[in-house]
Every structure is written in C-alpha cells, then in structure tokens.
C-alpha cells in the first residue's frame, strides 16, 4: 500500500472548498444566464468582499462577477477602495472603468487621476500603486481569466 502525501490531499481540500465558497458567494446578488451563454448581472446588487492588500489597514474589496466556467477567457468584477494606496504588479492585462470616486494610478512616480466614466488600460507586467484619496467604485476586466491564480502562482 502507497503512503499518502496528507498536505497535498489538504491543499487539494482547501482548494476544493475555497472554489464552492466562491462560487457559491456569487450567487448572492441578482444575475441571470441565458441558454445561450448571455449573462446579466445587476450591478447595484453586488457587494463586494475584504481584499488583502499585504497592507495593514487599507480598505479594499473586490468581488469577481463569473465563475471560470461562465467567462473563461476574461475575468469581471467590482473593486472598491477607501482612502487607500498598494502597490500591485499585475500579472494579466486589465481595463479599469470608474463609476463613482477617484482612482489614482501611480507608474514610476506619475500620477494619473481617473473620475467616473473614465477607463484606465492597464497591460501585463506593469507595476503601479492603486489608491484613491476619498472613495472609489470601479468595474475591472481582466484578460485572462484566472488573474487570482496568476498572482498566486507569481507569489
């Protein structure tokens, strides 16, 4: 008989768990599917969830609007941010549409100031500081669609 590796059957587990938790987290706002694959999701009804930041004391949530089952190739959600700065190296592309608030976008010491209906274009492999002086409220898509693993894996 063959020894069982415990902490991969637990990192399996864990995975496992986590993916029905989040999955079954994004049914809690309104959104319907089509037969044909159309999704619509009433974005007043989405709250988004905390967001660790490796930060002490920053605000931040974010809540992913599909599953990977649902939209494979491109990731979507809310993000929302209070008086708040981090630095992030993205790993995926991603469009940032502002809907209330201001998002700042720092990149090498330049500041970039979006207000609502603004759209920030953000590729791959830039390193930028998120923050926002007061509040903001943002719709992010990012390409591909497994961005939270991309950045787990980049550790």
Known sequence: MEAFDVGLIEKIVRKVIEEQMKSSALQKFDK???????????????KCNPFDTGKAGDKVFLRDIFTLEESPRMACGFMEMEASE???????????????????????????????????????????????????RFLYVTYPANWEQLVQERG
Not at 32 to 46: E, I, N
Not at 99 to 119: A, N, S
């Open 32 to 46: 319907a599917a089509d037969a044909s694959g159309v999704h619509l999701v009433k974005g007043s009804t989405v």
């Open 86 to 136: 981090f630095d992030w190296t993205l790993v995926y592309d991603e469009i940032d549409y502002i809907i209330e608030g201001t998002l700042e976008i720092t990149i090498d010491g330049r500041k970039m100031t979006g207000k609502p209906g603004d759209v920030f274009f953000i590729p791959k492999d830039t390193t930028i500081k998120f923050g926002c002086p007061d509040k903001v």
